[in-house]
């Protein structure tokens, strides 16, 4: 669902390295030592896997427009690069700011304003930056902004606009505990223990000027923001509903390490907003906007058989799954969960829902997952399996109506969901009822049904919970581990599943750096959510995005990021 | 006299505007759901302390008494509360999206005006004609149609199929528009901007037309029906024999008795203006206060759906009033 | 029949009225019936409308599908007569394989029963209400037609749409939520009316007979005022179908497995550009039951209210 997901996405943390997993093996530079020499395997590492980028064209000043329009699916709530919880609102705030690091379209993550992060041990990050780097005001960036930057978001009630609070970002970099200036150009970031994941999750942070924001007030920095992104925001419709920014000459070029470095290629760029996915298409195919994201699945084919369209697909970082009450019946009993996750025939849904862009759920893990259980396989569609095990647990069709029950009571229950899931969800209760489970369903908007899930008030909810940092962490610990009130664990945990064992080994894996330590203690936790269900693993779209024939050097990117500093608008 | 007579009808709205506040402000409060657990579900995790904070804040703990008081106190300054999701003072939100409203809608009015009234003139002037047969079938179908639908439909046809049209928004951004009073129409004949104006023209065409359309079949009925009863009268017999031309009769005479029916009806339509704008700007994308009601419904920001659905009654207690004060100036016989 | 049966016995009389106010309601029926004839407009209305009821009502033997099952690999047909479509499912399926016919027919269901228990409720609460406080007067009608004039300040989809999100879907909901605002014109007619004829000679007469007030509202009174009710009743039907249908399309009607109009036009939405016809059927089934019950309506006016007539 558009807020939290995409919010979880950043707050997700970020990959470990994607060396582990992806790239043929490159050897770890560092020998676990005993006291604190332990090098973390950091950044700068240029993946084999980067996606084809068609080669540069070089823009001539010409005829047509030279100012790109992007459609969005829901808008920014809001452009503060500290103050936002939606993926809408990263996608255009990072076109206006560089973080220390940043990603590339996969998962490999790259310097952009740190010229180096080096681990003077397993809890301090030692940080230099780059010079030159100039703030669309002309002033250049340095140690303090940086320092600056990152105390706004960690430090209780920093924002003080519209009303004194904390960044909703911090969570994301909670194991930070303090950060100094060691230098004009030089800082020390401290953290409360080892963070395997810190600089994924840095490439979710961007840089503020400290002078700036302080004269003008947050308040004045959101009505004309400044950053050092290669786009200089111009205006904004009310409710972010269009926003407006051009090129900004002076950018000192980019992460070095992602070609084309240098200034954006088009003049300016426009970030419109159209919820809906027709209309989105619609303006696409009307040569309206030239760019537009979740394209839905059902019409990418016509899509890539429309000439002067072409369309990109990503692996997705979305997996969904329908969880189920745990401590409620009837799916408080192991078996009917298992049950359920045989009744579903997610082959069906991939080929006939997702034009076969899909891939089924092999557990907890989306199966790009760096640290997925190589050993799960998906619950394999098998009705009969579904209904002995039904039957194990007392649901049988007694009198013969057609629907299961027990105990004189029919096996009835309503799927909650979110619009968006609305042809899944469908689906899926449509599957329940044909083995004879009386499945209904019924939409929400997420900010009113969440807080009734995380009080245990419903009994099954189908949605999606970002994954793009391909690192169990930050989504591993915010699904599956017991709810801890206050504190990140839990805060997506929907099912009210809350298993020692499994919390043990989630926050174990959090602090371990060694991978092949990490990769057991997460094997171990996803075999037992695997076992004992806690939802039904569904599948993981890909995501699909479009554009006009004109743009250039663009692709969509996993964690759905749309990075206009490459593209180019042909004539 | 007549003015002490508007004046006493306007103070009347004033306590039809105060219930009003009262109904929307009461119906919030006493629908299930903790408005506290909606905002945090906007964000991540957060602390029992910070929830307690925000419900001090927003003045939750107090009784529901207390907390209409200082919500009217607050509203009759002009401060309608904070929303909850947006986080920015509800007024200001109000504010930025009623222009756009009031554009559609005095687009959608003035089109079915254009339509409804000669329409309804000619009608009844060629009563059981061809043309009056048909305009009265397309009356029926005006109201028998639903707005959405309609849109829906209008969008395949003129924007996707035939790319007249566009497909959403107010403006095309090449034409380089800026806002003066966010009617975009009005800012680009302010700003002598040719291109814009032709193209927020077009954004209007389909919107004004659905949401106008249901409006017209009423209007051109109501027209039509109170002609043909002026015409009837002896008023007008007598005139026609006292050898005034037709043109000069229909106009100068049946018309303006016509038109009283016709200003209350119009009066009332304003409602419906008000309330279809919300699926019209739902079908059409368009940046309005109905869209942001819609999604702030769904998001049970109450502030703002509080603070909008009272800017929509008010708006519609105000065009009454107004209609009733049309209604003196068209006929003087009648007083407020 | 016999001029003057014995009437001896208060049960006997009480028989005899009955059976006059029978035949004379048959009379009614009968005159009305010619009338109608002499409509053609109204009368193939009323047809379409007979034949919409007994769709609704018949749905489950007349359709071949389950409106609720689907089947994936059927997704989007189109309709019969276009390339790739069937007679099987006469005007294609939706995005979840179903058949769009059967789910129009059952969808009349949801939209003639909201229709018409919402239309019902608000006359019965607008005309007693009406009723009461026009031929009583004083307090009770001082508070209820301020409360009814606090009500029509509201834009009625506005109010509609605030009491379903709040209140969340479900039937009984959406029935209230019509009907809040529902009754309020129904009371001002009736208010008027009763107030207008309450100042007829008849009424006099009846006082002077010695008829109680309740006997005089119900017996005098109410039956030269129930016509113009009728008929705007009719009229208001369509409006309540139309709302119905409104608040499904956003979301906020009945839940979602049940098939309702407007619900199946907002989920074809997405899918305009290439399967028009999930919207577009649906909409067509929506503005022919609304376009007849406003013909029938105004059909119904003419007959019972000639004096209207002349004005067309």
Redesign the interface.
Known sequence: MISIKRFSISILLILGVILSACAPATPQPSAPSVVKETVMVVETVVVTELQEVEKLVTPTTTPGRQTLIVALAGPPDTIDPADHRNRFSETVVRDMFDGLVTRDNISGVHNELAESLTWKDEQTLEIQLRQGVKFHDGSEMTADDVVFTFNRIIQENAIEYPEAHTSPRKGLIAPLVSIEKTGDYSVVMNFSAPWPPALQLLVHQQIVPKAYLEQVGTQGFIENPIGTGPFKFVSTQPGFTEIVMERFDDYYGGAPDLAPVGPACVEGAVFRVIPEASTRVAALLAGEVDIIQAVPAELISTLEQTPGIQVKTVPGTQPKWMEMNVNQPPFDDVLVRQALNYAVDKELIIEAIYGGRAVALPGSLSPYNNYVNKSLQPYEYNVEMALELLAEAGYTDSNGDGTLDKNGQNFSFTIDSVEEHRTLAEAVADQFRAIGIDASVRFWEYSVVRPQLLAGERMAYLDDWGDSAFDPVGHFEAKWHGYVDGAAYGRGNFSTYNNERVNELIVQGETTPDTAQRQALYDEAQQIIYDEAPAVFLILPEEAEAASVRVQNWGPAADSRINLHDVCLAP | MKAIKILERSLAAIPIMFGVAIVVFLFMRLTPGDPVDIMMGQGGAVSAGEMEQLRAEFHLDQPLHIQLWLFLKDAVRGDLGYSYVQKLPVTRLVAERLPATMELATAALLVSLTIALPVGILSATRQNSLLDRFSMAGAFLGISMPGFWLGIVLILIFAVRLKWLPVQGRVDFESQFTPVTGFFVLDSLLTGNRAALISSLKHLALPALTLGAPVSAVVARVIRSSMLETLRSDYVTLARSKGLSEWSVVFKHALRNALIPTVTVVGLQVGVLLGGNMIVETVFSWPGLGRMVVGAIFDRDFPLVQGSVMVYAFTFVIANLVVDILYTYLNPKISL | MEITPSIATPMQRLLYLWRIRWRLTLRALKEFGRQLLGHPVALVAGIIILAYLLGAIFAPQITSHDP???N??L??QPPAWQEGGSWEYPLGTD???RDLLTRIIYGARISLLVGGLSVGISILLGSTLGALTGYYRGRLDAIIS?LA??LL??????FA???M?????GFTNLIMALTFKGWVEFFRVVRGEMMAEKTQEYVEAARVSGLGHTAIIAKEILPNIIQSVFVLGTLRM?DMI?ME??LS???LGI???IPAW?SM???G????????WV??FP?IA??IL??S???FG?GLRDILDPRLK???
Do not use: K
């Open positions: 609720a099952r689907g994936l690999r997704r989007f995005a979840q394989g301020r004039d606090l300040a509201f834009p009625f989809l506005i749409i605030g009491v999100a709040f209140m969340g879907p369509g139309i249908a409104s399309f956003l979301g839940q979602p497995h407007g036009v907002a989920s939405r997405d899918y305009m550009l290439v399967s028009w919207s577009t909409g929506l503005l609304v376009l019950i406003n013909l105004e002349l004005q067309g």
